[in-house]
Structures are given as structure tokens and as C-alpha cells.
């Protein structure tokens, strides 16, 4: 078996050796030299941008409402100045952040295995279809069981992220173009959840934070409402869910028309979306070439027809390797796939998002929080927020996502090339509790202006580069640890099971502890007691995947048969 395995790696080497022109070797984490691999070598970048495209219903969906959540929750509270009002705040915003992530749990496992057996692409137009309506309704909601129900709604329909990860693998198929790949969508998506922070912030509450639109002197104030724009009024966190719901519907046709199946049993079928795309793209194709180069419909159609036959591929000299044995498919029992290592690997996937969730959900809270003078405070009793605006906030959350980005692009795959996933992930798992450690004190800072910027930079740019660098990798990871390829929208299935149950639980529990470190005069309750900790249990754990995830002189390639 290892002799036949070695024979394999050696095989698909020197094949993918033959098929590209000669390049400096690179190391490779664990298993001889590979070719160096840059941006432009990606392959399939369109369909890569497309299904990059579909995963901005996640920032969307989920990142919009952060920068607001604080204030809608207050404005649906029969009584938002009673003295206990920033208690149930807390609780509250707990649970509506909370709910997204157990619809998304609920459903993960169940998309995953239909995408294993109807293909990938229907799955994905169905959660986009869902989630274009759950994001319109949340807007014009005004009590909390209705949000809540319209937040499950749309963490179900989101079930179909670990679909999205499986096309990813199943898109780029060699292994030294994973980390790139993988990297694409993660850039892609903190990009979304920039620009949702941002306009998350900027849209909430429009008459106040737009008056020149919606106030009552507002360009779009048409009749002349004393207050500002009637409906808004009435429903004043309604824009940021039409925005999301306009550029969901704009992914879905674009997905619909143009994302090609990638699963090997449903690829060749005839899909009537790519036939309109492709109907639509000639159509433009020819108006185009006809009045650039003078050539009539017909001759230009004559010369299409030529190269109708032609199979086409994002690059002719790269082709992808097909794996022996993955011709012929077949369906493992669910009881088979979840090997030890797999199980060792999905357990660290779930650590990450149970800390990381409760800081996405906690820190924007925190920043809109009323500020306290904290007379008398010692090292560990003090409380506070830094009473920052909504759109303050969304535009300081979206300026650190900008830094992520960039940290993305630069930093992440030269870490990644020098020590490896596993390294990567390690690395990461240990910077997490540094962030936050010396997250809550900023409320010992938050009079003084120049100081509690500094301090929050601080926080952020630690808990931002320590994300970029788990993400990606918690993700290649995962994929790596699949016994079969056939079974990889199934495993991706449970590794978004386990992360949304984790991203429900985490901000439950740090609700819960913020009203209680409000109540006992102790902000850094929740940082202390939950983030901290979970963080440090996650970096034990990822040395704990050394014996069994470590590259051993074997290809993915081979560990996928």
C-alpha cells in the first residue's frame, strides 16, 4: 500500500511537471518540491470570482447588522431607559446574533449530502434564493420573535457555505494551487464584510445618520414630512437589508448564468442557466466584434461556429490531474468517512469560530455601549463601553477589514509558504489571546481621544491578523483531512455544522457574560473567562494535530483515492 501510494505521488509529480514550463522549485510542508505558484498561475479564476460572488451572502447576512445590532434591539425594548436596559441589551443582541449560526447548523449537513448527490450549483441558487428573502424581511421587522425567525431563516439558507468550499477543491483540483484558492474566496469575502460593516453602519437609522436624504429637508423627503422620510421612520433599519437584498439577487443571476456545475457526477449535465448565459455572452460577444472590427453577425457567427466544438479550459497548459480511481464514484457510507484524523481536525475547525464569533458579536457591542467614569477601579472591576455611533463603529470595523485584506494578499502566503497550514493555524492560535487579554480594558481609556484609538487599533490589528491567518488555513486543512474526494461536500457539510454550532454558542455565552459583567461591575468577565480561555484550549489543541495532520511524504492526490 505505501509502495503503491509512493508510485502514485510520483505519478501525478512528474505529470503535473510535464504539463508546465520549467519554474524554480519551491518547499513544500511535508513532501519533496513543488513548483512556485503565483496569482496569475491560479486556474479557473472566472468560476473561482462567480462562486467568490455567492459567498458575499455570508458578510451580508451576517456582518451587516453589527455596527446597528445595539441600537435596533434598543428600539424594539418597550422600555429602552430603564435602568436594566443594558443588561437585556446584551442578552438580547446574544441571541439575534446567535440565531443566524443555529439555522446555518441546522441545515449544513443536510445541504452538504444533497450536494453529494444532485450537484453543487442547484444547492447554491437555493440558499441564495432563500437568503435574498430571509435579508429583505429582517429590515421591516420590528419585534424580536420576528427577527429572530427571519435570522434562522437566513443562517439556513447560509448552510450552504460548506457547498461552497467543496466546488473550491472540486474547481481547483491540484493541491499547490489550494492555498491560493482557498485564499481567493477568504479575500473576497472579508471584502464583503468591509463593505457591510461599512454600510451597515452608514444606512442604519437614515433620518439621523443621512438627514440629507431622509431628514425632514432630505432630497428623497418628497412630501415633506416633518420628521424625515415616513417609512424609513417607521422601519429605520430597512435600507441596509435592501442593500443586501439588490446585491443578492445580482449574485444569484450572475451564479444562475454562469457557474458551472463542478461535481464529477453532475458536470456533463445540460444546465438550461449556462445556456442562456452562453446565449447572452454571444449575443454581446458579436454586437461587440461587429462594430469594433466592421465583420457582419453572420460572418462573425460562421467564425464562432468554428471553435463551437472546442472544449475550453481557464488555461490550455495547465491541465487539471485527474486522480486515479475518482472516474468511477461512489458513495461511502456516512459511518465511513469519519475517520480519526478527520474528527481531530473538525474538532479544531469547530474551536476557532467559538472564540472568534463571540469577539465579532461582543466588540461592536462593546464599542456602542455608554461609557463610565470608572471612579475607583482596580485591575479587575470596571466597566463601560466607549459610547462610539453607529456609523462610527461600521467605518473603524471596515478600516481593520481593509488591513485583513491586505495581510491576505502579502503576508498570509508568504507565512504559509515558509511554515505550512498547520504552522500558519498555530501561529494564529497563538495570537488570538493577546487581543483578548487587553480588549476590555479600553473602557479605562475611553475619554481620552487619541489614546483609545491607539489602544483600539491595537486590539483589532491583533485579533485581524490572527483571523486572516486561521481562516484560509483551518479551511485547507479540513480538506486535507477528507478520506475521499466524493465525499467532500459531505465533510465541508460537517465542518459548518460544527462551525455554526459554534458561532451560536459562543456569542450566547458572551451575552450572557457581558450582563453579567455589567451587573457585578467586571467588563473583562466575558474576555477573561471565555475568550481568552477557549482561544488557549484552541492553540493546546492545534499541537494536538501534529502526529496525525501532518504531511507525511504523502500527496493529497493519494490520501483522496
Excluded at 55 to 71: D, V
Excluded at 249 to 271: G, H, N, Q, R, T
Excluded at 317 to 331: C, F, H, N, Q, Y
Excluded at 388 to 404: D, Q, R
Amino acid at each position: 500500500m505505501v509502495h503503491r501510494i509512493e508510485v502514485e505521488e510520483q505519478r501525478l509529480l512528474e505529470a503535473t511537471s510535464s504539463s508546465h514550463d520549467e519554474k524554480a522549485p519551491d518547499r513544500v510542508q511535508g513532501h519533496g518540491l513543488e513548483e512556485k505558484v503565483t496569482w496569475r498561475d491560479l486556474p479557473q479564476k472566472k468560476q473561482l470570482l462567480l462562486l467568490a460572488l455567492c459567498r458575499l451572502s455570508t458578510p451580508l447576512s451576517n456582518a451587516c447588522l453589527l455596527p446597528y445590532i445595539y441600537f435596533l434591539v434598543k428600539s424594539v425594548l418597550s422600555d429602552p431607559g430603564h435602568p436594566s436596559a443594558s443588561k437585556q441589551i446584551s442578552r438580547l443582541t446574544g441571541l439575534l446574533v446567535a440565531a443566524y449560526p443555529l439555522g446555518q447548523m441546522s441545515t449544513s449537513m443536510m445541504w452538504g449530502r444533497l450536494s453529494d448527490t444532485y450537484g453543487r450549483k442547484p444547492i447554491i441558487l437555493l440558499g441564495l434564493l432563500i437568503s435574498v428573502t430571509a435579508n429583505l424581511a429582517f429590515g421591516f421587522s420590528r419585534t424580536i420573535g420576528i427577527l429572530l425567525f427571519w435570522r434562522v431563516l437566513a443562517g439556513m439558507a447560509n448552510g450552504i457555505l460548506g457547498v461552497m468550499r467543496t466546488m473550491t477543491a472540486e474547481i481547483v483540483k491540484e493541491r499547490k494551487y489550494h492555498s491560493r484558492a482557498f485564499l481567493a474566496l477568504t479575500l473576497v469575502f472579508n471584502s464583503g464584510r468591509v463593505a457591510a460593516l461599512a454600510i451597515g453602519g452608514c444606512l442604519a437609522d437614515p433620518v439621523d445618520n443621512l438627514p440629507w436624504l431622509f431628514g425632514p429637508t432630505g432630497i428623497l423627503n418628497f412630501h415633506k414630512n416633518p420628521d424625515g422620510v415616513a417609512w424609513v421612520l417607521k422601519y429605520p433599519y430597512a435600507l441596509p437589508a435592501l442593500f443586501n437584498g439588490t446585491v443578492l439577487v445580482i449574485c444569484f443571476m450572475l451564479a444562475a448564468l454562469w457557474l458551472k456545475e463542478s461535481f464529477p457526477a453532475k458536470e456533463k449535465s445540460w444546465d438550461p442557466g449556462l445556456a442562456i448565459g452562453k446565449a447572452i455572452a454571444k449575443l454581446i460577444t458579436r454586437k461587440a466584434a461587429a462594430k469594433v472590427s466592421g465583420y457582419t453577425p453572420l460572418q462573425i457567427e460562421e467564425a464562432n461556429s468554428l471553435v463551437a466544438d472546442v472544449p475550453m479550459s481557464e488555461s490550455v497548459s495547465d491541465p487539471p490531474i485527474p486522480l486515479r480511481g475518482e472516474a468511477k464514484l461512489s458513495r461511502p457510507r456516512l459511518r465511513d468517512i469519519w475517520t480519526r484524523r478527520l474528527l481531530k481536525t473538525l474538532l479544531a475547525f469547530g474551536l476557532l469560530p467559538l472564540h472568534n464569533a463571540t469577539f465579532l458579536y461582543i466588540f461592536p457591542v462593546f464599542l456602542s455601549m455608554p461609557t463610565s467614569a470608572n471612579i475607583g477601579f482596580t485591575a479587575f472591576c470596571f466597566t463601560g463601553g466607549l459610547g462610539l455611533a453607529s456609523p462610527t463603529v461600521g467605518f473603524y470595523l471596515a478600516s481593520f477589514g481593509i488591513c485583513g485584506i491586505f495581510l491576505q494578499m502579502f503576508i498570509y502566503p508568504r507565512i504559509q509558504k515558509h511554515i505550512g497550514n498547520l504552522g500558519a493555524f498555530r501561529l494564529a492560535s497563538a495570537i488570538f489571546p493577546i487581543a483578548y487579554v487587553f480588549a476590555p480594558y479600553l473602557s479605562l481609556v475611553s475619554g481620552h481621544e487619541t489614546i483609545k484609538w491607539v489602544a483600539m487599533a491595537f486590539v483589532l490589528f491583533f485579533q485581524v491578523m490572527a483571523r486572516t491567518m486561521a481562516m484560509p488555513s483551518s479551511v485547507i486543512l479540513l480538506t486535507e483531512a477528507a478520506p475521499r474526494r466524493s465525499v467532500l461536500g459531505t465533510v465541508h457539510g460537517a465542518g459548518s455544522t460544527l462551525s455554526a454550532l459554534s458561532s451560536a454558542a459562543g456569542p450566547v455565552i458572551g451575552g450572557v457574560l457581558l450582563a453579567r459583567g455589567i451587573e457585578i461591575g467586571a467588563m473583562g468577565l466575558v474576555w477573561w473567562s471565555w475568550l481568552s480561555l477557549v482561544s488557549l484550549a484552541a492553540l493546546v489543541w492545534s499541537f494536538v494535530l501534529e502526529k496525525d495532520e501532518q504531511e507525511k511524504g504523502v500527496s493529497v492526490g493519494a490520501q483522496l483515492e
